[in-house]
């Protein structure tokens, strides 16, 4: 089980992973650190200074059909002065082997062209040989800046301070997670994602992804991204001040991998 997970995402240890939930994410190869939205919660926390109503997202995302490996997240954007607050949850994994992931960040606007933010995580893994589970406290942060009007970049590093998760068998190696890229209108209704991943002591990842919009309807995405060499597809519907993503990663050897997200805008 977990040679399959390597084969799929970068992670540097068995005992912490770094995944983005969301189905919009999912379908443009995770390519987001520059796209504002509520998803940001997982992936930047400085894009939600960009929100400016409550929002709420729920996720589900099944990698390769397999329930182990199936990860499920909340979370919600309150925009308050001068910032905006997050909260987030996420969960992976089943009874025997879980990972829970609490989070709360604040972000606010640095000036109408850069947004910053920062986040406090509390990570809890249980596992078979364990009576308790093992937690583990970090911080992540990142700044989105508007180039032009068409034209964001984003930065996100996770657990810089590099925390170290205690196991039974002594502290795992700390993960670390350097993202930054873009998000380009090249129309009003075409948009570019770009984005290059590191993690410690793997190989350079990039991800590309396209969504062309429908305005007040949907949205169509694709993308690709490198090492492991991976396709998505998806889309988006918009129903009032809901949405709904779907989204299908693929992989050559491991297979297909669904999400699906709904968010709340009030």
């Known amino acids: 089980m977990i040679s399959a997970w390597a084969l799929s995402i970068p992670v540097v240890n068995q005992a912490v992973t770094h995944r983005i939930p969301g ?51 909340a979370g919600v954007v309150l925009p308050l002065k001068p910032g905006t607050f997050g909260l987030a949850y996420s969960q992976s994994g089943v009874a025997s082997w879980c990972e829970r992931k609490a989070a709360l960040s604040y972000s606010m606007s640095l000036g109408r062209a850069l947004a910053a933010g920062i986040q406090f995580d509390l990570i809890a893994q249980s596992l078979p040989e364990n009576r308790d589970p093992c937690l583990m406290a970090t911080i992540e942060g990142g700044m989105v800046a508007t180039l032009s009007p068409h034209l964001h970049a984003g930065l996100h590093l996770f657990n810089p301070v590099r925390a170290r998760l205690p196991t039974p068998w002594g502290h795992e190696k700390p993960l670390t997670t350097l993202r930054g890229g873009t998000c380009w209108h090249l129309t009003p209704e075409l948009l570019l994602c770009t984005e290059t991943e590191k993690h410690s002591d793997t190989p350079l990842r990039v991800k590309t992804g396209l969504e062309i919009l429908i305005p007040g309807y949907a949205a169509l995405r694709c993308g690709v991204a490198s090492a492991p060499l991976t396709f998505s597809l998806g889309a988006g519907f918009l129903f009032r001040k809901t949405t709904f993503d779907i989204a299908f990663g693929y992989h050559g050897l491991l297979g297909f991998s669904p999400s699906a997200a709904f968010t709340w805008t009030l």
């Not at 894009?47 to 490996?69: C, I, Q, T």
Request: glycine share 4%; proline share 6%.
């Open 23 to 73: 189905a919009r994410s999912a379908a443009l190869s995770q390519a987001t650190v520059a796209y504002p939205g509520a998803e940001l919660l997982f992936g930047n926390p400085a894009a939600a200074a960009f929100e400016k109503r409550v929002s709420a997202l729920v996720s589900y995302d099944s990698p390769f059909l397999v329930r182990e490996l199936s990860l499920l997240a």
